[in-house]
């Protein structure tokens, strides 16, 4: 099994893209809490971020497409703005072991 990274890599209140085994993933740290969604937008089934950068509000909570601004709540990936209303990002589960982060 092949770590993520260690959770304090990953800044808080912002997303960072990651490619991993060949899936690209989208990594958002909020205080202790770690939130992994495949990155790929329900609307158009591209990435969040071609521009680059992070898609998450400044507090963390919502994150933006930068292809058409949709929006989703961070806690359960859910569109509440935008084009794909009502669709959700694609949750992937993972382990934090002693702060290393891995695909369960």
């Not at 990274?5 to 690209?24: K, L, M, Q, W």
């Not at 205080?31 to 998450?56: I, K, Q, W």
Request: net charge negative.
């Amino acid at each position: 099994m092949s770590s993520l990274g260690n959770i304090t890599e990953f800044p808080e209140n912002a997303s960072c893209s990651v490619n991993h085994d060949g899936r690209d993933l989208l990594v958002v740290r909020r205080g202790d809490a770690l939130f992994v969604y495949e990155n790929r937008c329900p609307h158009t089934r591209e990435s969040l971020d071609p521009m680059g950068g992070s898609v998450a509000s400044d507090d963390g909570l919502l994150l933006t497409c930068q292809r058409h601004a949709a929006q989703f709540r961070l806690d359960n990936g859910e569109c509440v703005g935008g084009p794909c209303l009502g669709e959700q990002l694609e949750a992937v589960a993972v382990i934090i072991s002693q702060g290393e982060i891995y695909l369960d």
